[in-house]
């Protein structure tokens, strides 16, 4: 090995020439891609009108994030205590309006039933009489009641049930006027036909 150097001894000085001026070409060009890349950094980092640097904006921005999470958790903790809440709320209603006694009319006594998601909650029944107004309130829980209800409460407690927060009225004294026209009608159907 040695004798191939020596006796090509310019060659390998040109070769070693040669790889020393590519490897200062390249070392140039990477000196320069720092230099512009330092260059960026420092324009990045310069202090801008509100003498504030990248880094520093970048640190602010993550203690807003930070802040904004710990109220979003607040406010997720309320919500989740609003919905508990709301759940022992009235959410359903259910009326019923009814007569007292036949030759009282009007329909002005009324039961109301107001329960919440889990049915349970109160049945006020109203009772008018001509000399006054007598008003009486039920515990329900979970659908049920200790004392024994009247066919009115039941239903309202039923329409609550049903229908959730619509109000519903049932007025009997409808149903019985449209009951009795219709047996009206069917009376007289019968009445036409033995008459033919």
């Known amino acids: ?3 191939f150097i020596e006796t090509h001894i310019v060659a390998v000085l040109a070769a070693i020439l040669i790889l020393l001026v590519i490897m200062t070409f390249f070392f ?3 000196m320069l891609e720092v230099r512009r890349l330092k260059n ?3 324009r990045f980092m310069r202090p801008n009108s509100k003498n504030h640097n990248l880094e520093q904006l970048l640190n602010e921005y993550l203690d807003e994030v930070k802040e904004i999470k710990v109220k979003n958790d607040g406010i997720f903790e309320d919500i989740e205590d609003i919905k508990r809440v709301l759940k022992t709320g009235i959410q359903k209603i259910g009326i019923v309006k009814y007569n007292t006694f036949e030759e009282i009319g009007g329909e002005l006594s009324y039961a109301i039933a107001l329960l919440d998601q ?3 909650g109160i049945v006020l029944n109203s009772l008018y009489y001509r000399d006054g107004c007598y008003t009486y309130a039920k515990q329900i829980i979970a659908g ?3 004392t024994p209800l009247s066919e009115e409460e039941k239903e309202a407690i039923t329409a609550a049930r049903e229908n959730g927060t619509n109000i ?13 026209e219709l047996l009206r009608a069917k009376n007289n159907k019968k009445g036409a036909k033995e008459n033919v």
Do not use: T, W
Not at 168 to 180: A, C, D, W
């Open 1 to 3: 090995m040695l004798e």
């Open 28 to 30: 140039l060009l990477a």
């Open 40 to 42: 960026k950094f420092d």
């Open 118 to 120: 889990n049915d349970s």
């Open 144 to 146: 049920d009641c200790l």
């Open 168 to 180: 519903v009225f049932k007025e009997r004294m409808i149903i019985k006027k449209r009951k009795r």
